[in-house]
């Protein structure tokens, strides 16, 4: 499975809202395009606004190459934004050393632990992803 | 080390006869006869016949015991005793005395039985066994001897038997009449003495035969064995004389000591009585010799006889007590109470090896250590032989116990840790189940002194082996207060640290011994950040070795629902999703790391990879909590409950807005526009409608507090995580206190038509009646600070009588004696402390999920629903679950699968196109794949959405299998004592409410520790019986209203337009005028005649039925019933009966039951109507036509054992019971409720009614004496036993303490059966000492 394709999923997202209900969490959340994203963004590291443009990538690894990459788990990313990611290590990479997160403004880790139908969104496809980065999440 | 307790002692006592002493055993055990009365001689030594004399021990140091030659410590006591020259009734025997006197004859003492019910009767009570069925046996034989005048046997008369004055007795010989002819020739004998004396005369005719003892004791030493039986003595054990004192006996010096100050001694008060006895003794039998006056002879006896009954019982009303002065203590009064020798020194003993002191908190602590200090050791001069006590030191185990005792958590064992200081320390988490605080409380320590006992103590009570509650099984031993808010704060969504702070808090949650794996940064870029969340997630798998994988989920405390969202997506963060131990959405509050809830964090540990891990998992989380908490802060201050400009308006108004429309609705009740409430009168319509807008203030207030108040402050988020305080809590402080309610009604009226006299009277004004408007914060007013502080709490039910029932090894549940009170625990035999669902022992769909993330897919193909049909069919078909699981958890089993996996993949299938395979394909299409139709895709959305592998199938089966093993009661568990506990604890939390009744406003129910009280005690009138009916026809209202009607009681006076006075020329009557109209409205089915009827069939009124005469449709005719007598007082009396008629005719009940108060109709469940029937008479409603007798029943125990019997009455105990607890929000165990219905009633065969937990019931289900006598009335029970020569067996708890014997529960059930290393030959007898001697004397 790995080896098939790293990249889960990729798209471009309008941020038409963020944090409706503004005091909930010092930092916030937002939401986009053509199909439905509800993400929580540490805003203070990453600041978004309102019709801001991003693009969101969902993969299993970060690695450039995908043979090498090990884990089946998952990650993302969002370009000119942010991006998901697991890796075999967290430490600190090199500087000569290059992948995907290069090309990345954010990244996060996490991992998909659920998939879930929801027949109420009528945009969609059948299918629907919850998934979880830590304690970040994207529908 | 000491030694362990030998079950084999070389002796051991069987039971326990009691009886009482005859003086020739009296005298046979004493050392000599007391005739001295004073004290010391003029040495100041003790007395030579006194009764301090050496002779019978010694309780001076110095002074060697004359009997026995031993010291203080080393005499046991000898006995004295002394001759009394007249006998004197024994005050504890006087009431039994009188008694017997009833029963024989008192001229030749033979019972006063004809000798048919004599015979009927000795057969009768020599077949009874049971100690209160022969109590009944008595009651009647004497009620019976009572009636009889002329005994049957000598033909004399006898009278009633008195009790006169305190201690006199008195045979009312002359009150027959027949004895008329008796009196007189009596009254003859005074001819002489009227003579001389004049003033006797009027006196004369008042003379009755008096009782002295010497007289009872002739009579008494006349009456027969065979008689002594119908008196129910055992004559070989206690003849009716022994229970007259001829020789008291002196006891030891050692009981009652002098103790010694400067040159003066101070005396026990038995010393100083019985030497009083010895002296009026002694004046006595000098008088007899010198010969006094009768009056003063008479007047020196009594005396003696009042020191008597003051040396045994000196509380005796009538004995003449001083007020003012000490009063004595006499014997009964050292055994009695709680400082008693029963309760403060047999039940309860002084032990070694215990200490007591203040108590604090340390987190630091395991949660199952406790700190002990150090001392010095101060060993000085030793010698050879003394036994040298070791100090305490680390990891010994010790019991640790807070009063009050409420429950078996009351007590567990610690393992030790010595450390500087005084007090006992333990982690904050053991709090709960001590109910401890640190104000100041204090704790009891016991240290277990055999290994035996420390293994027990730390297998059975340890803190680990107890971190659930036995009631319902929900974890007791959990986080608290600042521990759940720092958890909270920790898991907020907007917590982030960089390394490291991430690696620093970690480190807090170890003492720098744990290897920890520090997860991935949940950020990456642009920055390495960590969350809160992980930090949770490394608490509970600190590292890769560790086993320990999570798997939960379930909603927090600030949960909001909604449709149309994921539960995940919740704003609050309250949906929590623990997956192998990673924390994947929700903040951590009470409902998982708290108490009391079966979906928590630690619970989840506990059940999954036991005790150790959970137990791990909460120090772990202590420390964490404690040190992050201080590091970051968190306090509470004035600015924190001020309100802001906002909330303060918006409270106002809300206020503001509540009185006015409180004026409005008693301004509209004034003029009489308020609609009434069914059910209801005006009063109560206004008072409910009142108390509904006042108590929605509070909530509405609550609400403003919930969206106003900064998510920073720290009340509210005290609130919101569950740690301390509630919602109302916050808003009582911040907004506005509110309603104050007393048991389920506003404040009631302590003056005049007022509740206090700053209010007009009548008022019913919010404020009058105990709305506290203020908040904490802006202050009360005087009257609101008064109202504010009215409230309280009852006290707790006492349940002794379940304390020796246990489990046997057949499973049963058995009292000491053997007695069979449950077949089978719970019927299923499980332990309610295992359980994780209400019913099951384990959770399916928890452990399902738990079950699949654990066990890896490893490319396993998933099964298809027929394959997972027929391994679960396989595996739950083998030996090992047929054998140790019951078919009903099979079927369970069965059941969750096939709708949780089978049905629910098959529907998947279905919907995305694929076979749906739920068959076994048959042989023509075997060799289809199912699998093959579908593109790859559709089967990986399948997959991901539902797919199970065989593996996880069997693990997962298998761990049902293991838990519902594990889940199984041991033998010996005191499962009677666990229920009790279970069902008193909670007493304690409940507040006194009522609570409004299924919907109707005006029908209230008792609830709380009164109701509670009412069905254990098995109460024969209780406060509120309500039958609840189902009817035939419960969709109509009309036709409910129809049922209604008959069952209510209609009154001549509701239908009745008018009842008058009708006199004419020659006849006057009362004409009865029937309100047609209301009948109809009423829906009553009766007519006039019926009517009629009614009236003349009312006993009281005594009406005949010529006297009714009906008049057209609508009136009737009452005559009065003429009588003989001359013309002109009839005419008198005729009136006067008339105003009687016509005053006790509305009263006349015309129609429904006299018992039921009133009926309501209520709607139950989806509209159908049922009725609600206030008051007995449940035979008679479930009788009435329209009823469904079958399906009708009333709260009311003892008319449900009366009507429908007793396994009906054991259901409605335990209905009512879980129905209250429940009100409250308490729940307990099923099995806890079933076992207490149970013994209330298994005895029901024998003696047909629900025995009551309270000191009568208890004392039909007990026949131990020495139980009992600890219990109540200790005094009274070892007399009674006495006098029946009761033999207590020595089988229950209670004697096993008193006796000092290892009991038969628990660990002391189990025995240990080998066979004898002689095999079937039995050992040589063993000659006797006395026989060998013959032997060789022959030779």
């Known amino acids: 499975m790995a080896k098939k394709n790293i990249l889960l999923f990729s798209d471009t997202f309008n941020i038409n809202d963020c944090d409706k209900d503004g005091k909930k969490f010092d930092r916030g959340r937002g939401e986009s395009l053509e199909m439905e994203l509800v993400i929580d963004v540490n805003t203070d590291l990453y600041p978004l606004d309102i019709g801001d443009r991003v693009n969101v990538i969902l993969t299993t690894s970060l690695a450039l190459d995908p043979s090498k990459a090990q884990s089946e788990d998952m990650i993302t990313g969002a370009s000119s934004a942010e991006e998901m990611t697991q890796k075999a290590s967290w430490r600190e990479k090199s500087s000569t050393e290059r992948d995907l997160s290069d090309e990345f403004e954010y990244v996060m880790y996490g991992k998909v632990y659920k998939y879930d139908e929801e027949r109420r969104s009528k945009v969609y496809p059948s299918n629907l992803v919850i998934s979880l980065f830590g304690n970040l999440k994207l529908v | 080390m000491k030694e362990q307790v030998l079950e084999t002692a070389p002796r051991k006592i ?23 009365r004073d004290l010391f001689n003029e040495n100041r030594a003790p007395m030579e016949n006194g009764v301090l004399d050496t002779r019978l021990g010694t309780s001076d140091h110095d002074i060697l015991c004359e009997t026995c030659g031993e010291r203080m410590a080393q005499c046991i006591g000898h006995f004295g005793y002394i001759k009394l020259v007249l006998p004197v009734f024994h005050i504890g025997y006087f009431k039994a005395v009188i008694n017997m006197l009833q029963n024989i004859c008192k001229s030749c003492s033979r019972v006063l039985l004809e000798e048919d019910d004599r015979r009927t009767y000795l057969k009768r009570i020599r077949s009874t066994k049971e ?4 109590g009944k046996i008595e009651k009647s034989i004497n009620a019976l001897c009572k009636k009889i005048v002329d005994c049957p046997y000598c033909n004399a008369i006898n009278g009633p038997v008195k009790k006169v004055g305190a201690i006199k007795i008195v045979h009312e010989k002359f009150k027959p009449k027949k004895a008329h002819e008796e009196q007189e020739n009596f009254k003859n004998t005074f001819v002489n003495a009227v003579e001389s004396m004049p003033e006797l005369k009027p006196h004369i005719h008042k003379a009755q035969e008096d009782l002295n003892a010497m007289k009872v004791l002739e009579l008494f030493k006349k009456i027969s064995d065979e008689d002594c039986e119908l008196l129910g003595l055992d004559p070989q054990n206690a003849r009716p004389e022994l229970f007259i004192w001829q020789r008291v006996p002196v006891p030891p010096v050692a009981i009652r000591p002098s103790i010694a100050q400067d040159n003066a001694s101070t005396e026990d008060d038995l010393t100083v009585k019985l030497s009083e006895i010895v002296q009026t003794n002694t004046n006595i039998a000098a008088a007899l010799s010198k010969g006094i006056t009768i009056s003063q002879l008479m007047e020196q006896w009594d005396y003696l006889q009042l020191t008597v009954a003051m040396y045994i019982n000196s509380e005796m009303p009538g004995l003449g007590n001083m007020a003012g002065t000490k009063p004595s203590r006499g014997l009964c009064q050292r055994l009695k109470g709680k400082q008693g020798r ?127 509650t036995p ?41 720098a011994d744990l290897h920890i794996d520090i997860p991935p940064p949940a950020i990456y870029k642009p920055v390495r950040l960590w969350t809160g969340k992980q930090i949770f997630n490394v608490l509970m798998r600190p590292n890769k070795s560790s086993s320990v994988l999570v798997n939960l989920e379930s909603k927090g405390r600030s949960f909001e629902k909604s449709e149309s969202r994921a539960p995940e997506m919740c704003p609050n963060d309250g949906y929590v999703v623990i997956q192998n131990s990673e924390i994947m959405c929700g903040a951590i509050d009470k409902s998982l790391v708290g108490d009391g809830n079966k979906h928590s964090l630690f619970y989840t540990i506990l059940r999954d990879y036991g005790a150790v891990q959970a137990a791990d998992a909460m ?48 301004e509209r009740s004034k003029s009489g526009k308020l609609e009434n409430q069914p059910g209801c009168n005006e009063e109560q319509t206004l008072e409910a409608h009142i108390s509904g807008i006042l108590s929605r203030v509070r909530d509405d207030a609550g609400q403003i507090c919930m969206t106003e108040l900064n998510r920073h402050n720290a009340p509210l988020i005290m609130a919101t995580c569950g740690s301390k305080g509630s919602k109302i809590n916050v808003s009582q402080m911040v907004a506005c206190v509110g309603q104050q309610i007393i048991s389920g009604s506003r404040i009631p009226d302590g003056f005049q038509d007022r509740s206090l006299p700053h209010f007009p009277k009548h008022s019913k004004t919010p404020a009058a009646r105990g709305f506290v408007r203020n908040s904490f914060y802006s202050g009360l007013t005087p009257t609101e600070f008064l109202f504010h502080a009215i409230s309280g709490r009852e006290g707790l039910v006492d349940t002794a009588a379940l304390e020796d029932l246990a489990i046997h090894y057949d499973m049963s549940v058995r009292n000491s004696s053997g007695g ?3 077949f089978c625990y719970g019927d299923d035999g499980l332990d309610p402390a295992y359980l994780e669902d209400e019913v099951l022992p384990v959770d399916l769909k928890r452990n399902l999920q738990h079950t699949i993330n654990i066990v890896p897919w490893a490319n396993d193909p998933g099964l298809l629903p027929y394959e997972i049909k027929e391994i679960t069919d396989l595996i739950l078909d083998c030996d090992e679950f047929r054998k140790s699981c019951t078919q009903s958890y099979i079927e369970s089993l069965q059941k969750f699968i096939s709708q949780e996996l089978v049905e629910k993949l098959v529907s998947l299938r279905q919907s995305y196109g694929l076979i749906s395979a739920d068959e076994r394909p048959n042989d023509e299409y075997s060799d289809i794949d199912p699998n093959a139709i579908g593109s790859d895709s559709v089967k990986a959305i399948v997959d991901h959405k539902l797919k199970i592998t065989e593996r996880q199938l069997r693990k997962f089966l298998n761990i049902c299998l293991q838990k519902f093993v594990k889940a199984k009661i041991e033998p010996g568990t005191a499962v009677g004592a666990l229920g009790a506990q279970s069902i008193g604890e909670p007493g304690t939390q409940m507040t006194l409410k009522t609570f409004h009744f299924a919907g109707v406003a005006s029908m209230n129910i008792t609830l ?10 098995a109460s024969k009138t209780i406060s509120t019986p309500i039958i609840t009916c189902k009817l035939v026809n419960d969709s109509d209202v009309k036709s409910a209203r129809i049922v209604k009607g008959r069952l209510e009681t209609t009154y001549l006076g509701d239908i009745a337009k008018y009842i008058d006075e009708i006199y004419e020329r020659d006849s006057c009557y009362l004409a009865i005028k029937l309100d047609l109209d209301a009948i109809q409205k009423l829906q009553l089915e009766t007519n006039i005649k019926e009517i009629a009827r009614a009236i003349v069939n009312d006993r009281k009124l005594k009406l005949e039925i010529q006297g009714i005469r009906i008049v057209d449709n609508d009136e009737i005719d009452a005559y009065v019933p003429e009588r003989d007598g001359s ?82 009455a054991r259901n409605t105990i335990i209905q009512e019971i879980q129905y209250t607890m429940g009100r409250h929000g308490m729940s307990i165990d099923p099995r806890h409720v079933m076992l207490l219905g149970d013994i209330m009633t298994y005895k029901g065969s024998i003696c047909g009614e629900v025995l009551g937990i309270h000191r009568f019931g208890i004392s039909n289900m007990k026949s131990s004496v020495l139980m009992l006598a600890s219990f109540e009335k200790t005094t009274d029970h070892l007399f009674d036993a006495a006098l029946h020569s009761k033999r207590d067996c020595l089988e229950g708890v209670s004697e096993s303490i008193i006796m000092g014997m290892p009991m038969q529960l628990g660990t002391g059930l189990f025995k240990l059966i080998r066979k004898s290393h002689l095999g079937d030959e039995k050992p040589p007898r063993r000659k006797l000492i006395f026989d060998s001697r013959k032997q060789i004397q022959l030779f």
């Open chain 2, 342 to 468: 029963f309760r403060g020194n047999l039940s309860g003993k002084r032990v070694d090896f215990s200490g007591r002191t203040v108590i604090s908190p340390d987190p630091n602590l395991r949660i199952d250590e406790a700190y002990q200090s150090a001392k010095d050791a101060c060993a000085a001069e030793l010698q050879i032989g003394d036994v040298v006590e070791r100090h305490l030191r680390d990891g010994d185990v010790v019991l640790f116990n807070r009063q009050p005792s409420l429950h078996k958590l009351s007590i567990m064992a610690h393992y030790v840790r010595v450390k500087p200081w005084r007090t006992f320390r333990f982690n904050e988490c053991v709090c709960t189940p001590y109910n401890a605080d640190f104000d100041g409380d204090e704790m009891n320590l016991h240290v277990p002194q055999t290994e035996e006992a420390r293994v027990e103590a730390i297998e059975l009570m340890g803190v680990k082996n107890n971190l659930v």
């Open chain 2, 1008 to 1017: 709380g520790v009164p109701r509670i009280k009412e069905i254990i005690n």
């Open chain 2, 1127 to 1208: 013309r002109r007082q009839e005419l008198d009396k005729l009136y006067f009966r008339l105003q009687v008629l016509k005053r006790a005719l509305p009263k006349v009940i015309i129609k429904g039951i006299q018992t039921v108060t009133r009926a309501v109709i209520s709607e139950a469940k989806a509209g159908k109507k049922q009725l609600l029937v206030e008051g007995y008479g449940l035979r008679e409603v479930m009788t009435t036509e329209g009823i469904f007798g079958t399906e009708t029943t009333s709260n009311n125990v003892n008319e449900v054992n009366k009507v429908l019997g007793i396994e009906a």
């Open chain 2, 471 to 511: 009631r319902n099984g929900d974890p007791i031993i959990a986080a608290i207060q600042d521990f759940i808010t720092s958890s909270y704060l920790i898991t907020k969504k907007d917590v982030f640290y960089n390394r490291a702070q991430f690696t620093q808090i970690c480190s807090y949650m170890a003492d």
């Open chain 2, 14 to 36: 069987k039971h326990i006869q009691f009886s009482v002493l005859s003086p020739q055993e009296i005298v046979k055990n004493s050392q000599f006869v007391v005739t001295h």
């Open chain 2, 131 to 134: 100690s209160s069925a022969r």
């Open chain 2, 619 to 666: 120090n772990r989380l202590s420390k964490l909590c404690s040190r992050w908490l201080a590091n970051r802060g968190f306090s509470i201050g004035i600015s924190d409950v001020q309100p802001g400009e906002i909330l303060r308006e918006k409270k106002d108004k809300l206020i503001t807005d509540a009185n006015k429309a409180c004026d409005d609705l008693i």
């Open chain 2, 820 to 822: 069979l009170v449950q």
